[in-house]
């Protein structure tokens, strides 16, 4: 696709119930970000893939939290036992590569999660 | 304290200028960045700067970035009722290229 895809745009769950989001990167971009955008709030880092490279799991807030990517394609990212608190948005985006020369970084629309 | 600050809400008349500021922390940043994103849409990159730069315009958005102070700002001439959306500011620093972002800052133009 010409963009980053993210699905569902919208879930609703209910509380203690996992979710999987997904995110579909530009085609040929090494570079993936989750970041979660909470009512008001700035973004919040969550993860960041490289290529290969062991991700930087840094910015996720528990060990309910996990990611996955394969290669440089499909990224999902799970949450365990969903939270009221975990309610937000939930942005992916990517870029052509993690250096100097290329940051601009494409974001999805994004997965609104509303935990009840 | 967050590591990039910016002002919730800002609201202008069609035609004028806006003007959106932000302060940041990390002296080390090497890219400073403006986002904009549109109610139901992705964000979308408007602009950046070096670090070593103390301006860059880009036909009706001027950005300035006084390093010493860590202060960035977006200035938008002739401001239109299709900018109003939330401008993010982002910083990322070498070493790590993952873009810290502010809360962003509401324009709401009026006629």
């Known amino acids: 696709g010409a963009g980053v895809s993210q699905s569902p745009s919208n879930k609703v769950t209910e509380k203690g119930k996992d979710v999987e989001l997904r995110c579909d990167p530009i085609?040929?971009?090494?570079?993936l970000y989750w970041y979660r955008q909470r009512l008001g709030q700035g973004l919040e880092f969550l993860i960041y893939?490289?290529?290969?490279?062991?991700?930087?799991k840094s910015g996720l807030p528990s060990d309910r939290f996990s990611a996955e990517r394969t290669g440089e394609s499909v990224s999902t990212l799970t949450i365990q036992r969903t939270q009221q608190e975990d309610s937000a948005v939930y942005l992916c985006?990517?870029?052509?590569?993690?250096?100097?020369?290329?940051?601009?970084?494409?974001f999805g629309q994004g997965t609104r999660l509303t935990v009840v | 304290g967050e590591d990039v600050e910016q002002s919730l809400f800002l609201s202008v008349r069609e035609g004028d200028s806006s003007v959106i500021n932000c302060t940041y922390t990390?002296?080390?940043?090497?890219?400073l960045y403006w986002y904009k994103q549109e109610p139901g849409a992705g964000l979308q990159l408007l602009t950046y700067?070096?670090?070593?730069?103390d301006m860059k315009q880009d036909q009706r958005l001027t950005v300035l970035l006084n390093k010493k102070d860590k202060h960035l700002s977006l200035r938008i001439a002739d401001t239109q009722t299709g900018d109003s959306a939330i401008y993010f500011c982002?910083?990322?620093?070498?070493?790590?290229?993952?873009?810290?972002f502010g809360r962003g800052t509401s324009l709401i133009v009026h006629p």
């Open positions: 985006a990517s870029s052509l590569a993690h250096s100097e020369l290329n940051t601009e970084a494409f």
């Open positions: 085609s040929g971009h090494t570079a």
């Open positions: 893939f490289q290529g290969n490279s062991a991700p930087d």
């Open positions: 990390d002296s080390s940043s090497t890219y």
């Open positions: 700067i070096f670090s070593n730069m």
């Open positions: 982002a910083e990322s620093s070498g070493g790590s290229y993952i873009p810290t």
